[in-house]
Structures are given as structure tokens and as C-alpha cells.
């Protein structure tokens, strides 16, 4: 399974701005779908944003107006644009991986990198 790590995170006001990266060991220009997830403290990991090898986006419906997903497959790297930030954004967010459309989301999931929203 190809390893992940995510930067960018920090500490932002609401309604300000963040962009996340994630770097991938390999390549991911083949990659059925790449996707961003985020798990605030005693709650359950919940699916952000996801781009599919077809361009295809996925905005879960709390970002959805907010946030934007991009690859670069010359760099092996998603990133996740996060404007108009809001506290309930908090999380560690993660990226993750399905190679193949047969194939659920990875297990070995990483850091991570920490967004807090304060007021």
C-alpha cells in the first residue's frame, strides 16, 4: 500500500484559509480514487472530498462551496483548498487512497495534519 503524508495544517480564524497537501510514495496517475477525510476528537473518521483518475470531484455536503480538490500527478501530490474555515472544521485531517475500484479505502492510515478553527 503506497504511504501518505499530509502537511499544511494549522492553527486559522474563521473564514480563513488553508491548503493541505498530500505527498504519495507513488505514483498516482492511475489511482482510482484519491480522497481527503477528517476526524474530530470522539467522532467518527468522516469522508471530506475525493477526486477520481477521471477528474471527477466529491464534496461532502458541509464543504461543498468551501473547499476545493486537486491533483498533480507530476508531483504525486492532492491538495485540498479550504477557504471560509469554520470551527466545526477542526480535525486531523488525512488522505487516503482506493488503487482500484474493487478495493476499499487503505488501512494504514498516517499522521495526518491538524486544522484548528478557533474563534
Known amino acids: 500500500q503506497a504511504q501518505f503524508v499530509e502537511s499544511g495544517g494549522g492553527l486559522v480564524q474563521p473564514g480563513g484559509s488553508l491548503r493541505l497537501s498530500c505527498a504519495a510514495s507513488?505514483?498516482?496517475?492511475?489511482?482510482?480514487?484519491m480522497g481527503w477525510f477528517r476526524q474530530a476528537p470522539g467522532k467518527q473518521r468522516e469522508l471530506v472530498a475525493a477526486?477520481?483518475?477521471?477528474?471527477?470531484?466529491y464534496y461532502a455536503d458541509f464543504v461543498k462551496g468551501r473547499f476545493t480538490i486537486s491533483r498533480d500527478n507530476a508531483k504525486n501530490t492532492v491538495s485540498l483548498q479550504m477557504n471560509s474555515l469554520k470551527p466545526e472544521d477542526t480535525a486531523v485531517y488525512y488522505c487516503?487512497?482506493?488503487?482500484?475500484?474493487?478495493?476499499?479505502?487503505?488501512?494504514?492510515w498516517g499522521q495526518g495534519t491538524q486544522v484548528t478553527v478557533s474563534s
Open positions: 477526486i477520481f483518475r477521471s477528474g471527477t470531484k
Open positions: 487516503n487512497a482506493r488503487p482500484i475500484v474493487s478495493m476499499t479505502w487503505g488501512d494504514d
Open positions: 507513488t505514483s498516482i496517475f492511475s489511482i482510482y480514487e
